[in-house]
T-cell receptor
Framework: DTEVTQTPKHLVMGMTNKKSLKCEQHMGHRAMYWYKQKAKKPPELMFVYSYEKLSINESVPSRFSPECPNSSLLNLHLHALQPEDSALYLC??????????????FGSGTRLTVV | KQEVTQIPAALSVPEGENLVLNCSFTDSAIYNLQWFRQDPGKGLTSLLLIQSSQREQTSGRLNASLDKSSGRSTLYIAASQPGDSATYLCAVSRWGGSEKLVFGKGTKLTVNP
């Protein structure tokens, strides 16, 4: 299995809703990532989990809450989002080797619309 | 701070043409460089990964080269097809353990039938 699977593919939510994005991989990758991508821009890093521990939080607002229940799963909990949070949310994973991180694999993304 | 630049920002070519996309980076202490393809509204598909010790990688009609000393990589696409139309992103990871993947802004390629 060489894939990163994201669900749902599309999500429309109101500003008072609570929802979760899910990501799963079975490649044995011990680093997992959430990226946010706006139209015509490159992906922007939000969070990194390395060996199931949060290692990077790129000053993301608290209305985004990541969770890594185990080495294969990554969730992003959403609460009280704003319309400007509408974007493509991408999950990725990579190998952790002695000299760095290797072989990033991305999921197909969740298209989020906040109304 | 690593910065990645891709030139050109957009490219339009007729079908069958060979083409080169360019990527440059400011810090040569990279662990590896990856080229990705992204179709509109879709995720990123990895095309080629070049480790810092390698000079090039090939997959089908694609060839990517890496020159760490000059901070440059090129993606060569042979005999382009309309199905190659997409945005191509170059990204580098740092030698020494940083998880961050630094992206260029991408080149939007259009191959006209």
């Amino acid at each position: 299995d060489t894939e990163v699977t994201q669900t749902p593919k599309h999500l429309v939510m109101g500003m008072t809703n609570k929802k979760s994005l899910k990501c799963e991989q079975h490649m044995g990758h011990r680093a997992m990532y959430w990226y946010k991508q706006k139209a015509k821009k490159p992906p922007e890093l939000m969070f990194v989990y390395s060996y199931e521990k949060l290692s990077i939080n790129e000053s993301v607002p608290s209305r985004f809450s990541p969770e890594c229940p185990n080495s294969s799963l990554l969730n992003l909990h959403l609460h009280a989002l704003q319309p400007e949070d509408s974007a493509l949310y991408l999950c990725a994973s990579s190998l952790r080797l002695d000299r760095g991180y290797y072989g990033y694999t991305f999921g197909s993304g969740t298209r989020l619309t906040v109304v | 701070k690593q910065e990645v630049t891709q030139i050109p920002a957009a490219l339009s070519v007729p079908e069958g043409e060979n083409l080169v996309l360019n990527c440059s980076f400011t810090d040569s202490a990279i662990y590896n460089l990856q080229w990705f393809r992204q179709d509109p509204g879709k995720g990123l598909t990895s095309l080629l990964l070049i480790q810092s010790s390698q000079r090039e990688q090939t997959s089908g009609r694609l060839n990517a080269s890496l020159d760490k000393s000059s901070g440059r990589s090129t993606l060569y696409i042979a005999a382009s097809q309309p199905g190659d139309s997409a945005t191509y992103l170059c990204a580098v990871s740092r030698w020494g353990g940083s998880e961050k993947l630094v992206f260029g802004k991408g080149t939007k390629l259009t191959v006209n039938p």
